[in-house]
């Protein structure tokens, strides 16, 4: 079992910036992969970012290259996603997940945790 808590969400102006993060308890953390994917009101839940055990490997959806950053310390048992230039089209609930591979599908993703808001004012 992995337990994981998000924190960092909240309501920020468009240009801004945020750092989520993801603490994880439970299994042992530096074995497991992790993302971050992110909902909006009617939509699907989307894949955001991801990372592999050791961080040596990342991976984003397009709309997010270049803006977002995914970084993880095992030491700290917590994976964080750095978010600048933040736009409206961003809000959205943010959930992290735990899973064997770094992969872009939320069903590849064995646990969750219950997620953080992220509110971008334009």
């Known amino acids: 079992q992995v337990q994981l808590v998000e924190s960092g969400g909240g309501l920020v102006q468009a240009g801004g910036s945020l750092r989520l993060s993801c603490a994880a308890s439970?299994?042992?953390?530096?074995?497991?992969?992790m993302g971050w994917f992110r909902q909006a009101p009617g939509k699907e839940r989307g894949f955001v970012a991801a990372?592999?055990?050791?961080?040596?490997?990342?991976y984003y959806a397009d709309s997010v290259k270049g803006r977002f950053t995914i970084s993880r310390d095992n030491a700290k048992n917590t994976v964080y996603l750095q978010m600048n230039s933040l736009k409206p089209e961003d809000t959205a609930v943010y959930y992290c997940?735990?899973?064997?591979?770094?992969?872009?599908?939320?069903?590849?993703?064995?646990?969750w945790g219950q997620g953080t808001q992220v509110t971008v004012s334009s």
């Open positions: 997940a735990a899973g064997w591979f770094a992969n872009t599908s939320p069903r590849d993703y064995a646990y």
């Open positions: 439970g299994r042992t953390f530096s074995s497991i992969a």
């Open positions: 990372i592999n055990w050791n961080g040596g490997s990342t």
